[in-house]
């Protein structure tokens, strides 16, 4: 609009300076025509404006009424007295984590920790970060309600994430949100999909980097997890002292069976095979009767 306000007055000054040497019939027409040229060159400017891709642009007019979006990349034509708001339709970050300080950016924004209790009551600080997109469309009516994307960013987006953040911490207990936090993350971001979609957002990915407890719950997680570990060891050790038992039954009841199969195999008749195999291999052989107390000496 400042082009446009400086163009005329340039082709004003030009106009009544061409205007007064012609009407004198005195040299310097020419050179008053000098910021007529001037003047129509900066209006160009208020009359062009690009779009770059991943941006759309409203067109507002002087009274305040909207004229319209341009979403194709490139170069557009406008009237001096409208007015160009770019909004940007992809690559948009919100991110909270730890103490950082507040700084907005178009549709991006950067903040402090989301503060939520959980379904036990218990408090904790979560580092969480939403990528989000915005239908073209949709820019007209997001002006209408919010203004320029940074004030839409500042007064919904951001206060719309934290608002979803603490309402579905309440959803889970404590265990849950430091062991599972997945589940946490989808329920945040299927309510906020839900509810953005409607005025033309599309959530893209909630990330939930991390989730703070005070120390004393931290501790007691901690001691849970000690003694869980130490349940789960004992759990180990009592099975592998079974699996030691049962292999050392099956051993002994192997060999107990072969004892059993080698005890029936050995008949009277089979021991007296054996006997007399092993006499027949002596060198000497002396008979004697039974129960006689002959001795017997050997060369």
């Given at each position: 609009?400042?082009?446009?306000?400086?163009?005329?007055?340039?082709?004003?000054?030009?106009?009544?300076v061409?205007?007064v040497?012609?009407?004198?019939n005195?040299?310097?027409?020419?050179?008053g025509?000098?910021p007529?040229l001037?003047g129509?060159?900066?209006?160009?400017?208020?009359c062009?404006y690009?779009?770059?891709?991943?941006?759309v642009?409203?067109?507002?007019?002087?009274?305040?009424?909207?004229?319209?979006?341009?979403e194709d990349?490139?170069?557009?034509?406008k009237?001096?007295?409208?007015s160009?708001?770019?909004?940007?339709t992809?690559?948009?970050?919100?991110?909270?984590y730890?103490?950082?300080?507040?700084?907005?950016?178009?549709?991006?924004?950067v903040g402090?920790q989301?503060?939520?209790?959980?379904?036990?009551?218990?408090?904790?600080?979560?580092?969480?970060?939403?990528?989000y997109?915005?239908?073209?469309?949709?820019?007209?009516?997001?002006y209408?309600e919010?203004?320029?994307?940074q004030?839409?960013?500042?007064?919904?987006?951001?206060n719309?994430?934290?608002?979803?953040?603490r309402e579905q911490?309440?959803r889970?207990?404590t265990?849950?949100?430091l062991?599972?936090?997945?589940?946490y993350?989808?329920?945040?971001?299927?309510?906020?999909?839900?509810?953005w979609?409607k005025?033309?957002?599309?959530?893209?990915?909630?990330?939930?980097?991390?989730?703070?407890?005070?120390?004393?719950i931290t501790?007691?997680?901690?001691e849970?997890?000690a003694?869980?570990?130490?349940k789960?060891?004992a759990?180990?050790?009592?099975?592998?002292?079974?699996?030691?038992?049962?292999?050392k039954?099956?051993?002994?009841?192997?060999e107990?069976?072969?004892?059993a199969?080698?005890?029936e195999?050995?008949t009277?008749?089979?021991l007296?095979?054996?006997?007399?195999?092993?006499?027949?291999?002596?060198?000497?052989l002396?008979?004697v009767?039974?129960?006689?107390?002959?001795?017997v000496?050997t060369?």
């Amino acid at each position: 609009m400042i082009w446009f306000v400086i163009s005329i007055i340039l082709l004003l000054f030009s106009a009544a300076v061409t205007g007064v040497a012609l009407s004198n019939n005195v040299k310097g027409a020419g050179i008053g025509l000098i910021p007529g040229l001037v003047g129509l060159l900066l209006l160009i400017p208020a009359c062009l404006y690009s779009v770059d891709v991943g941006e759309v642009a409203v067109i507002r007019n002087m009274g305040g009424s909207l004229a319209g979006h341009s979403e194709d990349a490139g170069f557009h034509w406008k009237t001096p007295w409208q007015s160009v708001i770019k909004y940007d339709t992809r690559n948009n970050l919100i991110n909270f984590y730890k103490d950082t300080d507040y700084k907005y950016d178009g549709g991006s924004a950067v903040g402090k920790q989301v503060t939520v209790n959980d379904r036990s009551g218990a408090s904790a600080d979560i580092d969480i970060q939403v990528n989000y997109s915005l239908d073209p469309s949709a820019a007209e009516y997001l002006y209408s309600e919010y203004g320029k994307q940074q004030t839409f960013t500042q007064n919904y987006i951001s206060n719309d994430l934290r608002s979803v953040a603490r309402e579905q911490s309440g959803r889970f207990d404590t265990l849950t949100m430091l062991t599972n936090r997945g589940e946490y993350t989808k329920a945040v971001q299927d309510v906020l999909a839900a509810k953005w979609r409607k005025i033309g957002l599309t959530v893209e990915q909630v990330s939930v980097q991390d989730v703070r407890y005070g120390e004393a719950i931290t501790k007691k997680y901690t001691e849970a997890q000690a003694a869980e570990i130490d349940k789960q060891k004992a759990l180990n050790e009592q099975q592998v002292a079974k699996t030691e038992a049962e292999t050392k039954k099956i051993k002994a009841q192997g060999e107990a069976d072969a004892n059993a199969v080698l005890n029936e195999s050995l008949t009277d008749n089979v021991l007296k095979q054996h006997y007399i195999d092993a006499l027949s291999n002596a060198d000497q052989l002396v008979v004697v009767p039974d129960g006689a107390d002959t001795l017997v000496q050997t060369k």
